[in-house]
C-alpha cells in the first residue's frame, strides 16, 4: 500500500511539474534570482573544472539549467529551468522535463549546462527537437573533465550534483522548451 501512495505522489508532483512550469519566469524577481542562479552555477562550473572555460570559448551558445530536480520512486521525473546564451548574450529561457521508468529511488537536485557547437545545433535546440537521455550524455564537473570531454551530436552536457542521493537504473529522455528573451523598447 506504501509503494502505490509513493508512485501516485510522484506521479501528482510529476503531472505539476509537466503542466504547471512555465519556460520563461513570470515575475522580475523571479528572473532577477534565475540569473543570478545561472551565475553561480557558471562560477561553481568554472571553480570545480577551469578546463570548462574552453566551451564556453569555443561553443556557438549554451544553455544553464542552475536547479534541476530528479525524483523516483520506481518512475522517475526531472524538471528545471534556465537561460540561454547566444555568442555570451542572454538570449531567452528554457526548461527541461524528464521522465523515466526503471529501478530508481532517491532525489537529488543537480545543474547542468549544454554547449552547443555551432548555431546549427543550437537552432535544433530552440525548436525544440533535442530530446536525450542525461543518464548516458552528461560529463560530471571534477577536475581536468571538460579537457576530455566533446561534442556529441553538437552538444556537450556538463552535470553538477548539488545534494540528494539516488539509485538510477532507468530509461527516460529529457525534453526542452525554448522561448525567446522579451526585449522592451522605450516609447519616446
Known amino acids: 500500500m506504501k509503494i502505490v501512495k509513493m508512485s501516485v505522489m510522484f506521479g501528482v508532483a510529476f503531472a505539476m511539474c509537466i503542466c504547471g512550469c512555465a519556460v520563461t519566469p513570470e515575475k522580475p524577481v523571479e528572473k532577477i534570482t534565475l540569473e543570478s542562479e545561472a551565475n553561480e552555477a557558471i562560477a561553481l562550473m568554472k571553480t570545480k573544472d577551469p578546463s570548462i572555460q574552453t566551451f564556453f570559448d569555443k561553443s556557438y551558445g549554451y544553455a544553464v539549467l542552475p536547479k534541476v530536480f ?10 528545471g529551468r534556465g537561460e540561454v546564451y547566444e555568442q555570451g548574450a542572454k538570449v531567452g529561457y528554457c526548461n527541461m522535463k524528464q521522465a523515466t521508468g526503471g529501478l530508481s529511488i532517491g532525489g537529488e537536485f543537480y545543474r547542468e549546462i549544454i554547449f552547443f557547437r555551432a548555431k546549427e545545433d543550437m537552432d535544433k535546440f530552440r525548436k525544440g527537437e533535442y530530446t536525450f537521455a542525461a543518464q548516458v550524455t552528461g560529463v560530471a564537473v571534477c577536475w581536468g573533465a571538460a579537457a576530455k570531454a566533446d561534442y556529441k551530436d553538437g552538444m556537450a552536457v556538463f552535470i553538477a550534483t548539488n545534494v ?4 538510477d537504473a532507468s530509461l527516460g529522455g529529457q525534453k526542452f522548451n525554448y522561448e525567446q528573451k522579451v526585449i522592451l523598447k522605450k516609447v519616446q
Request: positive net charge; hydrophobic residues 65%; aromatic residues 22%.
Open 70 to 79: 530528479k525524483g523516483a520512486f520506481i518512475a522517475g521525473f526531472a524538471y
Open 164 to 167: 540528494g542521493a539516488m539509485v
